[in-house]
């Protein structure tokens, strides 16, 4: 009897909901076999089976959230059991299964049982190796070491009652690390929030997102009251979730700065219907979105500042310059905003640009975003025009300097060329962190990518 634990399917993942089980108790798995859908922090993932065998039990229902090394599933390979619960087994004994699998029982130094497992492969990312780490002994509760037992005393003619010793004065024990992993210990730092002032909530008294952000919320006389007849109480988890806690994160770190240009792009809609007639992009969706994100890559190039990033380090803060421009598309899904982005978008031809982000959106619309490509981003555009929207003030995507927001294109009178006209008008917006960009580079990025949508062929000219 085997279990499967939770894996870390993306960087610093700490928890997953459980969406949609593909097999059911009875059923016979693969090596690979898809088994079970979550939603992580970023996407829903599908989770192959690292053994084959029978399913046994599906130890985490739909819907409910687990964290990662906790075990979801039970499967009968016909070896002996490794202290999984049985089939239908009752909560106290999947507890305490639980317990045996996350701590080891304690051995002799120096022993190996004869009929201890061997250990078993499994699949690139999944569990954490074995190794020989051992646990430091804990101090005694007086902060010394504890003392060998006396030997025996030799016979000797009786004495005289020794004085009485006064007891040691205890001595101050340090507070020992907190239990938390690094991406949770990284929030706490970002919040302000001391890690040892909470008490944890998670798998052998660990601390979780969840722990630190409660911390962060004023105390409440009272629990929620619930649902009224006239109002609906949404859970807020996954994707959502994530989204709510990086916005936060970035609107109280990054002090942003945004600027806005109102852009003549008449030329551009001309351009982009002239680009639908060539054969090139015969079978490939051309919006005008395409040239806004060849505009701001080409900007990028010119003032590669735009695509850097703050990073605090142990030695001081860092501005670090990337060479490569992961361009991020902003995309709302039923799940909520994600940011996938196309991988060195600096390098890719027109079309080529054209299909990466027609690819990026259908596969963020059909919830089938992986971690790789939510991760890594340098800079967004984040498209507010496709719902009749003129502009905004967008919040920086965590771990980036710049957003773009581009508007509806809309008619509107123009003075183009001396004289009154209806000319096809849009709003860009660029918000920025003014710890890496001054309001000189913001602005003429800015001013940039506008003129690139006035007369597209500055593209050319500048790239």
Not at 369 to 386: E, F, K, Q
Request: proline share 10%; charged share 25%; net charge negative.
């Amino acid at each position: 009897m085997k279990r499967f634990n939770l894996p870390d399917v993306g960087e610093g993942l700490t928890e997953a909901e459980i969406v949609k089980w593909h097999v059911a108790p009875g059923d016979t798995v693969e090596v690979n076999q898809t088994i079970v859908e979550i939603e992580t922090a970023k996407a829903i993932v599908e989770l192959p089976c690292p053994f084959e065998g029978v399913v046994a039990e599906l130890l985490v229902a739909e819907g409910e959230t687990v964290d990662v090394g906790v075990p979801i599933i039970s499967v009968d390979d016909g070896t002996a059991p490794d202290g999984a619960a049985s089939a239908g087994g009752g909560v106290s004994e999947r507890a305490e299964a639980l317990k045996e699998d996350l701590v080891p029982a304690p051995e002799e130094p120096g022993t190996v049982a004869p009929d201890a497992p061997k250990r078993q492969p499994v699949l690139v990312g999944y569990g954490v190796k074995e190794g020989a780490t051992k646990r430091r002994p804990r101090r005694p509760a007086n902060g010394s070491a504890a003392a060998p037992p006396a030997a025996p005393a030799p016979h000797a003619a009786p004495a005289a009652p020794a004085a009485p010793v006064p007891a040691p004065r205890p001595q101050p024990v340090d507070n020992p690390l907190p239990l938390a992993k690094p991406p949770v210990r990284k929030l706490a730092k970002d919040l302000g929030v001391d890690l040892t002032s909470i008490t944890g909530s998670g798998p052998r008294g660990s601390i979780t997102r969840d722990d630190v952000q409660a911390a962060t919320r004023p105390a409440t006389a009272a629990a929620p009251a619930a649902a009224r007849a006239d109002e609906e109480r949404i859970p807020v988890k996954g994707v959502r979730k994530a989204t709510a806690a990086a916005m936060v994160n970035s609107a109280f770190t990054a002090p942003h700065v945004t600027e806005f240009l109102q852009v003549d792009a008449t030329e551009t809609v001309e351009a982009v219907r002239r680009l639908r007639e060539l054969p090139e992009f015969a079978e490939v969706k051309v919006s005008p979105l395409l040239l806004v994100a060849k505009a701001l890559i080409t900007a990028a190039g010119r003032h590669p500042m735009v695509n850097a990033r703050w990073e605090d380090t142990p030695s001081g803060a860092e501005i670090v310059v990337g060479r490569r421009i992961n361009l991020g598309i902003a995309a709302a899904t039923d799940r909520g905003l994600i940011v996938p982005n196309v991988k060195d978008a600096q390098d890719l031809p027109l079309p080529a640009l054209a299909t990466a982000l027609n690819e990026l959106a259908a596969t963020a619309r059909a919830g089938k975003a992986s971690p790789a490509d939510l991760t890594g981003g340098t800079i967004t555009i984040t498209n507010v025009g496709v719902f009749g929207v003129d502009s905004g003030t967008p919040i920086i995507t965590p771990g980036e300097s710049a957003i773009l927001a581009f508007g509806q294109i809309r008619d509107m009178p123009w003075v183009h060329e001396g004289e009154l006209a209806i000319r096809k008008v849009t709003t860009l917006a660029l918000s920025f962190d003014h710890r890496v960009i001054d309001g000189e580079l913001g602005s003429r990025v800015l001013r940039d990518v506008g003129d690139m949508l006035s007369d597209p062929l500055r593209i050319l000219a500048w790239n």
